[in-house]
């Protein structure tokens, strides 16, 4: 069998568990779900990643905070133990300034699995990957990578707060988008930027909906927009033994 190394966003693992009525329960669910991730992409290792603080977008927001729009409520009790058994069980890990995605993306190779439910995540992505959430697989081209990074350039991101241009909404993007090549597309949606905002605000508005939208993929983008070292982006990479009850070793 070929290698084959599951990369997994924990931030949803740990939101699919939290309401759960005991820890005990929770992370019994969240062990046979892993379970399942692993059999069904057939994985041979795995690297996991979550999200710690606040990454590197929280500063680049400057028309509106960052995930502005969610409620910050008190967290289930067994929230933070959750993730603590990821890190500690499981091996989990974070790094400063960066989100789990931008780590899974960061990884992501021709031998790898993308695990996450998060549309950002699957679909900036070229690949086979697994939607954990709906125990499925979703494949990816590289130009519907590329057309869905500028979707969102163009309507935003709701459920970040990240506003695109106003009154621009799915079928828009999508009609705007449709005949257009890819290579074209970065030009075409800085003009309407500028059409709608501008020439200064919409060259300034553009900038920083791209900082916010776009999923870092490279170590030079990593450099680019955080202080993140060479060492940090070094993550432990786990054997999965299937014979073993826990899955790791």
């Known amino acids: 069998m070929k290698n084959k190394t599951a990369l997994i966003d924990g931030d949803s693992l740990i939101y699919y568990e939290m309401n759960k009525p005991t820890l005990e329960e ?3 669910s969240l062990d046979g779900r892993l379970q399942q991730m692993f059999e069904q992409t057939e994985s ?5 990643f979550l999200t710690a603080g606040k990454c590197f977008r929280y500063a680049a927001a400057k028309s509106k905070p960052y995930k ?3 409620k910050h409520g008190v967290k289930p009790y067994i929230f933070p133990a959750i993730k603590e058994y990821l890190r500690q069980h499981w091996g989990f890990t974070s790094v400063s300034e960066l989100e789990a995605d931008d780590l899974v993306s960061l990884h992501h190779k021709y031998d790898t699995v993308i695990c996450s439910p998060d549309k950002d995540v699957l679909y900036q992505n070229a690949g086979m990957h ?3 959430g709906k125990a499925e ?3 990816v081209t590289e130009d519907e990578a590329i057309t869905f990074l ?4 163009l309507m935003g991101d709701s459920g970040d707060g990240i506003q695109g241009i106003p009154k621009v909404g799915p079928k828009t993007a999508d009609k705007w988008l449709a005949n257009l090549e890819t290579h074209k597309m970065p030009s075409f949606v800085l003009e309407k930027y500028v059409e709608f905002f501008g020439y200064v605000k919409g060259i300034s508005k553009f900038a920083e909906t791209f900082k916010l939208i776009y999923i870092l993929k490279t170590k030079e983008d990593v450099w680019q927009e955080t202080n993140c070292q060479e060492s940090d982006l070094n993550i ?3 054997e999965i033994n299937k014979n073993q009850d826990d899955l790791w070793e």
Do not use: I, P
């Open 137 to 139: 697989f979703v494949e």
């Open 130 to 132: 697994y939607n954990y």
């Open 150 to 153: 500028w979707k969102q350039m």
């Open 236 to 238: 432990h990479l786990f």
């Open 44 to 48: 041979t290792h795995y690297m996991g």
């Open 26 to 28: 929770a992370l019994e």
């Open 68 to 70: 502005g729009n969610r």
